[in-house]
């Protein structure tokens, strides 16, 4: 048996790593995968298998999964290119005869609005294609979207274009928990889960920072077109901005609000927004 975790080095992968060594599963049979295998040495001396890997490589692929037995698919940051190289590590997996695929995807993919949405679609559209057994694990927004920012809600306040909009953000960790459950227990080949946790307007969100700052802090809902000038105007690029203000559009409209998927995969009710705004503070 082995488990392969591509995009080891990126936040969510390398919590699925833990997540997998926490549940007992033994380090000889986790393989760890990243562009630059350096920073997965830690990993490395703990008795995790590193080996390099790049989307864009497919000989890369073939050589990463040989023997791997369950593939968990963390969706790459590439905007443009997700969908290419989707093909690509769907083509090394069935050449590896990996026996289950496991994706991290967006909520709703298949009908979702959200420009973000369009190539994880096209993403599960290419593992359904592949024929080979796979579960889609449909993660909402994180809270890790907004925490670091929170040194400048303190001093300027939350600016956004979610409206009412209900998000149901979970913490990585949270996600990552239930992708190493899925990986390791049996009966998800197949399923679709929309994973999130308790939904929270980004008024009630700028609510808990100030009860819990002591300062007060407001939200202001701005138009998309207005939100993305703020976004760019940040620092951001043009594009990245797009997608962000989007993904508040989409929230507005209600697209990132999901059901309780993750509080029964993990067993648990998920961190909640006021306990993840305590530890970021």
Do not use: C
């Not at 927004?141 to 209900?166: C, M, S």
């Not at 307007?201 to 002591?214: D, I, S």
């Amino acid at each position: 048996m082995s488990i392969v975790v591509t995009g080891a080095t990126g936040h969510l992968g390398r919590l699925i790593v833990t997540s997998l060594l926490n549940r007992g599963v033994p380090a000889d049979q986790v393989v760890a995968l990243g562009r630059d295998t350096s920073r997965l040495a830690d990993l490395a001396a703990r008795g995790v298998t590193v080996r390099p890997a790049d989307y864009n490589d497919p000989d890369s692929l073939r050589a990463a999964f040989a023997g791997a037995t369950t593939l968990m698919f963390v969706s790459g940051n590439e905007v443009g290119r997700r969908v290419e190289q989707a093909r690509n590590v769907v083509a090394a997996a069935k050449e590896a005869g990996v026996q289950l695929i496991a994706y991290t995807s967006i909520p709703r993919a298949d009908t979702s609005s959200l420009l973000l949405a369009a190539e994880h679609r096209g993403t599960e559209q290419e593992i359904r294609a592949s024929g080979l057994p796979h579960v889609f694990l449909r993660n909402s927004w994180y809270f890790e979207n907004y925490l670091p920012q929170i040194p400048t809600y303190l001093e300027h306040g939350v600016a956004g274009a979610a409206g009412d909009g209900r998000i149901s953000a979970a913490a990585r960790a949270d996600y990552a928990e239930a992708a190493a459950l899925v990986l390791t227990t049996d009966g998800h080949a197949g399923r679709t889960y929309e994973l999130g946790g308790a939904p929270f307007t980004m008024t009630e969100f700028a609510e808990e920072l100030a009860r819990q700052a002591g300062r007060p802090v407001g939200y202001t809902d701005l138009p998309v077109e207005k939100y993305t000038e703020v976004l760019v105007g940040a620092g951001l690029p043009q594009q990245y901005a797009e997608v962000l203000a989007d993904g508040d559009r989409g929230a507005a409209a209600g697209e990132l609000q999901v059901g309780d998927d993750l509080e029964r995969l993990i067993g648990r009710r998920p961190t909640t927004l006021a306990e993840a705004i305590r530890a970021a503070l």
